[in-house]
């Protein structure tokens, strides 16, 4: 927001409240714009406040200065020490009187109606309090409540929320006299329950132990032996033979429990083969039991011939 823009935002907000009123525009150097507000009006004690913005500054303040009859500058900083930590001080000494120039800020960024219409009450209402220290008022203009804090600002230090003043006052709490602290009084917990009587044996408990149960050992796992291996005859594909002059046509087939074959019609050697059951065969040769047979892929080998059927 520009200057401009900002100071006609504050004259239509105070335009609307008929608590404030715009008194006259001031100039100050070093200021964007500068104008006297009346706070108040429409009660017995409106205060005279400024609202101006610094040159190039983010915040609008609103200042009021009062001179206090006296030397009453521990009173004045007590006082502004019990306002809002938004409400700041510069008070010192000037002659014989105190002065005191107290003001507030509302930055652009937060500023709004609500904003400005408080921070101007809390700075009236600071102007009220100040002006009943140094008597600026007859006790009929100040209100009751006025009297009261500034009075109490007067005779109790109380614990400062955050100012800055030109003249720190460091509180000093106010503590009870020790004479007058009382030890507080706790019950004393008796030695004796109530419901025993005293001398009388504790009744023995019902409670009968029982013998710890043996835990029961696990039977140790007992290894089986290994069953050996009988290794199982391989079945061999029958290597193809050359097949014969003739032809081959079957003339037997092997039984449903299969066939065992070797290479020579000698059964102490190895068996070269087992022919699946129900596989064609030709009978090609007879010697004594033995049998040479020729499958449909030129093998040959003998067998049992008694399992088929083949007579010497």
């Known amino acids: 927001m520009t200057p401009d823009e900002v100071k006609q935002s504050i004259t239509n907000w105070c335009s609307s409240d008929d608590d404030l009123e715009i008194a006259s525009d001031r100039f100050e150097p070093g200021t964007d714009f500068s104008f006297g507000l ?30 206090l009859t006296g030397d009453n500058v521990d009173a004045a900083n007590r006082l502004v020490a ?21 003001q507030t800020y509302v930055y652009l960024d937060g500023l709004s109606k609500h904003s400005f ?32 804090v500034a009075s109490d ?3 109790v230090d109380p614990e400062p929320d955050s100012t800055a003043v030109a003249e720190p006052v460091t509180p000093t709490p106010a503590f009870p006299a020790a004479s007058t602290f009382q ?9 004796i329950p109530s419901g025993t009587p005293v001398g009388q044996p ?20 007992t290894p089986q032996p290994a069953q050996a291996y009988q290794a199982q005859p391989v079945q061999a594909q ?14 037997h087939s092997v039984p449903p429990q299969g066939l065992r074959a070797w ?48 007579a010497a």
């Open 82 to 102: 019990s306002r809002p930590g938004s409400v700041t001080a510069a008070v010192e000494r000037s002659g014989a009187d105190t002065t005191v120039v107290a």
């Open 202 to 221: 504790l009744p023995t408990p019902s409670f009968t132990p029982q013998p710890v149960q043996p835990a029961q050992v696990q039977p140790a796992y």
């Open 238 to 251: 029958p290597v193809a033979q050359p097949a014969p002059a003739g032809g081959w046509a079957p003339s």
């Open 153 to 155: 600002a007067v005779d």
């Open 117 to 148: 219409v408080q921070a101007v009450a809390e700075l009236a209402r600071t102007s009220t309090l100040l002006d009943a220290i140094g008597g600026v008022e007859s006790a009929s203009v100040v209100d009751e409540e006025a009297a009261t």
């Open 263 to 310: 290479n020579a019609p000698d059964p102490s050697g190895p068996v070269v083969a087992n022919l699946a059951p129900g596989l064609p065969i030709q009978v090609a040769e007879v010697r004594g039991a033995w049998a040479r047979v020729i499958c449909s892929n030129g093998w040959t080998g003998w067998i049992d011939g008694r399992i088929i059927g083949v």
């Open 38 to 67: 009346k706070a108040g009006t429409l009660s017995t004690a409106p205060v005279d406040l400024v609202v101006l913005k610094a040159d190039g500054a983010d915040r609008v303040t609103i200042r009021r200065s009062v001179t």
């Open 183 to 191: 030890q507080p009084s706790f019950p004393q917990p008796s030695s």
